[in-house]
């Protein structure tokens, strides 16, 4: 063989054996740093500032939990949503922790664990404009104006439940509810329990037409990246144990049934 | 006073019916708009939830600390402060290489405004975040900076840098957006050196200068005279851009605004005070460069 073929092999071989032994190693890289990063975004309840400024929220107390599991400190790293998933490919942090929703076309490009909560989307309705409305039929009409948080779940359901509807995008889930708010909407969608929450901020002007029924069941999961096998196994068996020793749904209760449990913590006084 | 300066303004002082009438038109708008904006919007406004973000009482050391919103301001002009040094060496030397004679520099310059002028910031910071600094920056050994070492958890580095586990994401930030604003600065001072006449370079060179003391003594004071109008401007959109470099996870003062904003969920509030506080920021950077500018044209008899 000449010179080329030789060096052109062994560069392929180095290559290739490098990149196995790179891929597999979080477990390891996490206790040997002795920090678990992980990537986040607030959305009241999963995760917020209180008025210190620390974070709280239900996907604080589950990363606390699986670092001190683990036997490592936790950092939060506070990501914008849209770049979220790049940031872990880029290894910025080693798991996002954000109450994902499990979906097909995310899981092509990273993994996700067993589900450690099952959100839903609510729709919460303008007494100005839908009053009396409370079945489906009544929102799927072309009369009607849905908005939703554009890029994410609540746009898919908007568009799939309500087919005949005019679906309004925002950038924003508060910007979507002053729509409705102020009445330009008929309703709007988003993870509960957000529009509880906003309904019981304005009684007179917003309603659950659905009371606190979710109009789908999502799957929330933690995301990991591709290759690592050993890590994922850890991390879903950590969701399952805690599944079954009920902690995870006592401290999902705690956040989301009503705020009055940690309201205090972010109001100033 | 040469034949390059316009004639002077006659600026009056008086004000006329003209200008009363403008005025009443002014706050007859105002008030229209205000009026017309509680009325549409249903908005239950409570600004003693976002004043709490801006200073909390530490009941550990007894006094006002700074909250989420100051923090992340101090990070703005950090980050403001430490691209505006990068920026402008980049830029002075880049425009300095666009108007030399060696073909290399100019096509090396050239290429770089080019190039990153003809992208939207946003695009920019993406492709240098996600794809550059994390392939170069793990290989400098920066991602593995001891944050608990002597150096890196000192007060002087986190006065200087700010958190010293988010460092490598903010010399990240640092660079493309001095990167960014380095093309525009390049361009402006492209035109600062060559508006100078070409009769001070030659009259220099014939009294025996060298070309660096030529551009060190003659040609770039009198350039930056005439510059310093765009670069106050440039400067200040770089303040604005730093907004962008929220989407890298920095703490900087617009991502801590959306923070808060969804926690307290009083979007008007936190939006309207971040809005006057980049506007403070903004305003003293373009102060400071009226002042330059008085001080270079008092030079100029």
Redesign the interface.
């Known amino acids: 063989m000449t010179i080329s073929k030789i060096f052109k092999t062994l560069t392929l071989a180095t290559l290739l054996t490098l990149s196995g032994n790179a891929a597999a190693d979080l477990l390891t890289d996490i206790q040997k740093r002795g920090v678990m990063k992980v990537g986040m975004a607030t959305f009241v309840p999963w995760a917020m500032r209180d008025k210190d400024g620390d974070l709280i929220g239900f996907e604080i107390d589950v990363a606390t939990k699986v670092a001190e599991d683990m036997g490592v400190k936790v950092q939060f790293v506070p990501t914008a949503w849209s770049g979220i998933i790049p940031a872990l490919i880029a290894k910025k942090f080693d798991v996002i922790i954000g109450g994902m929703s499990i979906t097909p076309q995310r899981n092509l490009t990273v993994n996700f664990t067993e589900p450690y909560a099952h959100s839903g989307q609510q729709m919460a309705a303008s007494s100005k404009l839908a009053s009396g409305f409370d079945s489906m039929d009544d929102f799927n009409k072309s009369s009607v104006t849905i908005a939703c948080r554009r890029g994410a779940t609540p746009c898919k359901a908007a568009q799939k439940l309500f087919p005949k509807a005019t679906v309004l995008r925002f950038d924003d889930d508060a910007q979507a509810f002053q729509e409705v708010v102020n009445g330009n909407a008929h309703g709007m969608i988003s993870s509960a329990p957000k529009p509880r929450f906003w309904s019981e901020a304005h009684p007179g002007k917003v309603f659950l037409p659905f009371g606190s029924k979710n109009l789908t069941r999502g799957d929330e999961a933690f995301a990991l990246r591709k290759g690592d096998h050993d890590a994922l196994n850890f991390f879903s068996n950590w969701i399952t144990i805690n599944t079954s020793n009920g902690w995870l749904d006592e401290t999902h209760a705690y956040w989301f049934q009503d705020q009055s449990a940690w309201k205090d913590m972010v109001a100033p006084k | 006073m040469n034949r390059n300066t316009p004639p002077p303004l006659e600026i009056k002082k008086r004000l006329t019916i003209v200008d009363f009438l403008l005025y009443g038109a002014v706050a007859l708008f105002i008030f229209y708009a205000v009026y017309r904006v509680n009325d549409?919007?249903?908005?239950h406004w409570n600004w003693?939830?976002v004043?709490?973000?801006l200073v909390?009482f530490d009941d550990e050391s007894e006094a006002w600390v700074s909250?989420?919103l100051l923090?992340g301001l101090w990070t703005t002009l950090r980050l403001a402060l430490w691209a505006t040094v990068l920026a402008t060496v980049f830029g002075v030397v880049m425009g300095y290489w666009r108007t030399c004679k060696n073909l290399t520099l100019r096509i090396i310059s050239r290429t770089y405004v080019e190039l990153i002028r003809n992208m939207p910031p946003v695009v920019f910071i993406?492709i240098f975040?996600?794809f550059v600094s994390?392939q170069i920056f793990?290989a400098l050994g920066i991602e593995d900076i001891d944050s608990e070492g002597a150096f890196a958890s000192s007060a002087m580095f986190h006065f200087m840098f700010g958190d010293p586990?988010?460092f490598s994401?903010f010399l990240a930030g640092m660079i493309c957006l001095a990167l960014f604003e380095g093309a525009y600065i390049t361009e402006i001072v492209r035109a600062g050196i060559q508006s100078t006449e070409k009769g001070q370079w030659e009259a220099a060179r014939a009294i025996g200068l060298s070309p660096f003391n030529v551009l060190r003594d003659i040609v770039i004071p009198q350039a930056v005279r005439k510059i310093l109008p765009p670069l106050a401007g440039q400067f200040i959109t770089l303040i604005k851009d730093s907004a962008i470099i929220?989407?890298?996870?920095i703490?900087e003062l617009t991502?801590v605004a959306?923070?808060?904003?969804?926690?307290?969920?009083r979007?008007f509030e936190t939006w309207i005070l971040v809005g006057f506080m980049y506007f403070i920021l903004c305003y003293s950077f373009a102060l400071l460069f009226a002042h330059l500018e008085r001080r270079a044209k008092r030079s100029q008899r």
């Open positions: 549409v919007l249903v908005y003693s939830k004043l709490g973000f909390k909250n989420l923090q993406f975040y996600f994390s793990p586990q988010l994401n929220s989407l890298i996870s703490q991502f959306t923070e808060v904003a969804a926690t307290t969920t979007v």
